[in-house]
């Protein structure tokens, strides 16, 4: 059992705040890759049976992994073995829960693009430290939640540090996408079909025909099957439907434009 230096904080607490939970996280997610998995997540384990107990546990015991693997099974919602952050938000009594404030109002994938394009005010393909500021002010008006500047800034640093993975001071679309859900988090699909910006230009002016800069809803249906064949990625129906509504949140009255487009298929937003 590790001693008392070592053990990690506000595990024993009833309510914890934004910072404690983060602080939190970075104890058990050691090496920094935004999930906690393997030791991690059975130390994570161990530490959480007891402070609820108030008594050390033996990982070895069979009971105790019987006790895990249920655990995994009520949380651990995508079964892949390892819990991200948002899962760790529905484990954990935050009562400042600003996770779970943002999907009562961004629960689905499209009404999170939309939400982006609303606060990516200067269309960079970043949310900066200012514009997410706003973007959980309105946040926290539409649940009610009292909150004055201090707590705001404090939210705004933990958002930042919990999502942004290279450390720039701004939040990528999918940076700021773990904040969903993981089965309504669209971008993972596409995780694996990442293009470069010289596969993103040829593809894009092949289907923008007249050369305005442009496509529409249709065109970019034809775009993500053909996207799909290419990589022999299966895609059904009504999850090619799903995708392309989410993607045309981000359109201007049906005019999905170069510049966010990429932001979605692309490694890195061009420059």
Known sequence: ??????????????????????????????????????????????ELETAR???GVDPTNVAFREKMKEFMQKFDKNADGRIEM?????????EENFLLCFRQFVGSS??????????????????EANELKGFLSDLLKKAN????????????????????LNGDGKLGLSEMARLLPVQENFLLKFQGIK?????????????DKDGNGYIDEQELEALLKDLYEKNKKEVDTKNLTGYKKSIMALSDGGKLYRTELEIVLCREPLL
């Open 195 to 207: 293009l470069t910006s010289d596969q993103f230009n040829a593809i894009f002016t092949y289907y």
């Open 53 to 55: 107990r108030g008594a």
């Open 110 to 127: 499209s009404e999170f693009m939309a939400a982006w394009r609303r606060y990516d005010t200067d269309r960079s393909g970043y949310i």
């Open 1 to 46: 059992m590790a001693n008392k230096a070592q053990q990690p904080p506000y595990l024993h607490l009833a309510e914890l705040t934004a910072s404690q939970f983060l602080d939190i996280w970075k104890h058990f997610d050691t090496d920094g890759n935004g999930y906690i998995e393997g030791k991690e997540l059975e130390n994570f384990f161990r």
């Open 86 to 94: 948002s899962e760790l938000a529905q484990i954990l009594p935050t």
């Open 145 to 164: 939640r009292h909150y004055d500047d201090q707590k705001l800034h404090e939210y705004t640093q933990t958002i930042l540090k919990m999502f942004d």
